[in-house]
């Protein structure tokens, strides 16, 4: 039975590959075995439970040091390559940083739960409070807030505007409502 904090397969993947990238090799097993997941692997259409991301989060954090927060948005950023590849012909060649952050709740999400109806992103509700100013109202039973962040970062950087665009959350990160700021110079 799915339940509204599992995350997709495709996560998994991803956060695989993220740790591949990043650390040494064989690091993936070790960070299962130490998390006690004893699945041979995810697969990229089902849903498995927040515990297994967070065991392997909990364990790349106590092998590398860096705060569980951190890594979430490190990973964020570290997704927004491979997101854009999926997604690409939902974005518009015109678009930056502000575009698609202000369509990625209709258009990108939209996309994601017509295309893979076991994918369940966060709700994000965008205010446009002025051309320099968007507040983004992050919703999830998952309070992943800080990977969210990370994928704004991501984003930013894709863009070539990671010195213009300025994000944080102004509300606890592991809530599930939290409040990002993202401020655009």
């Keep these: 039975m799915r339940h509204e904090?599992?995350?997709?397969?495709?996560?998994?993947?991803?956060?695989k590959k993220f740790?591949?990238?990043?650390?040494?090799?064989g690091t993936w097993e070790k960070l299962k075995e130490k998390a006690r997941i004893s699945r041979p692997d995810y697969e990229m259409t089902a849903s498995y439970p927040i515990e297994d991301i967070g065991g392997i989060l909990?364990?790349?954090s106590e092998m590398t040091g860096l705060g569980e927060d951190e890594l979430k948005e490190r990973f964020g950023e570290y997704l927004v390559a491979d997101l854009f590849t999926l997604y690409k012909s939902y974005l518009q060649p015109d678009w930056k940083t502000y575009d698609v952050l202000i369509h990625t709740e209709r258009v990108m999400h939209g996309a994601v739960?017509?295309?893979?109806?076991?994918?369940?992103?966060?709700?994000?509700?965008?205010?446009?409070?002025?051309d320099q100013l968007l507040m983004i109202d992050y919703f999830s039973k998952r309070r992943m807030a800080s990977l969210a962040v990370g994928i704004i970062k991501g984003i930013a950087k894709y863009y070539n505007e990671e010195e213009k665009v300025i994000v944080r959350s102004v509300t606890p990160l592991n809530?599930?409502?939290?409040?990002?700021r993202v401020e655009f110079k």
Aim: charged share 15%; hydrophobic share 45%.
């Design 5 to 15: 904090t599992d995350v997709h397969g495709s996560i998994f993947f991803l956060l």
């Design 113 to 130: 739960r017509k295309l893979n109806s076991t994918a369940n992103p966060p709700i994000l509700n965008v205010t446009l409070v002025s």
């Design 58 to 60: 909990v364990a790349a």
């Design 19 to 25: 740790v591949d990238h990043n650390l040494p090799l």
């Design 175 to 180: 809530d599930e409502r939290v409040q990002i």
